[in-house]
C-alpha cells in the first residue's frame, strides 16, 4: 500500500488533543489529553496524558530559605504528570480503551490529587528532590 506525504506525516505526528479538564476543590485544574497515535494500519499505541499545574507559593514551606530553594530550581509553577499507555489496541477499541484509561485515572489517583493538602506535599516533594540530589541543582542555587 502506499502512502502519500501528508497521509505519513499524520500518522507519525504526536499531537495531543484535550479531553476534559477536571475541576478540583482544593483550587487544582486537572487536565486529561488524548497522546494517543497508529503504530501500524489497524492498531494504535493509547496513550492518557494527565497535567495539572501548582504554583509554588509560601505557606507551602516552612522556612523561606525552603521556598526560595524551590523557586530558584523550578520555577514558580511545577506541573504534577501522569501516563498511562496500552500499545497495539485495535483501531476499532482505541476510544473503549482510552475511556478505561480515564476511568482509571479518576477511580485510583483523582481523590489523592484532590485531596487538600496535595499542592503543599507535592511542592514539598520538590524541595525533597532539591536535597536529595543537589550535586543536580547546586548549580541553580548558587
Known amino acids: 500500500m502506499k502512502h502519500n506525504a501528508d497521509e505519513a506525516v499524520r500518522r507519525f505526528q504526536n499531537i495531543m488533543n484535550l479531553v476534559e479538564e477536571i475541576h478540583c476543590e482544593n483550587?487544582?485544574?486537572v487536565e486529561a489529553w488524548d497522546n494517543s497515535r497508529s503504530i501500524a494500519d489497524d492498531t494504535t499505541q493509547v496513550r492518557l496524558v494527565i497535567k495539572t499545574k501548582v504554583d509554588i507559593k509560601k505557606e507551602y514551606f516552612s522556612t523561606p530559605e525552603?521556598?526560595?530553594q524551590v523557586l530558584k530550581v523550578f520555577g514558580p509553577v511545577i506541573y504534577f504528570e501522569y501516563q498511562k499507555d496500552r500499545t497495539f489496541v485495535?483501531?476499532?477499541d482505541k476510544e473503549d480503551v482510552f475511556t478505561e484509561l480515564l476511568e482509571y485515572f479518576r477511580r485510583n489517583s483523582l481523590p489523592y490529587i484532590a485531596r487538600p493538602q496535595f499542592p503543599a506535599r507535592f511542592?514539598?516533594?520538590?524541595?525533597?528532590e532539591i536535597q536529595k540530589r543537589f550535586y543536580k541543582y547546586r548549580h541553580l542555587l548558587q
Open 123 to 128: 511542592a514539598m516533594s520538590k524541595y525533597a
Open 27 to 29: 483550587g487544582l485544574v
Open 90 to 92: 485495535s483501531n476499532k
Open 66 to 68: 525552603q521556598y526560595d
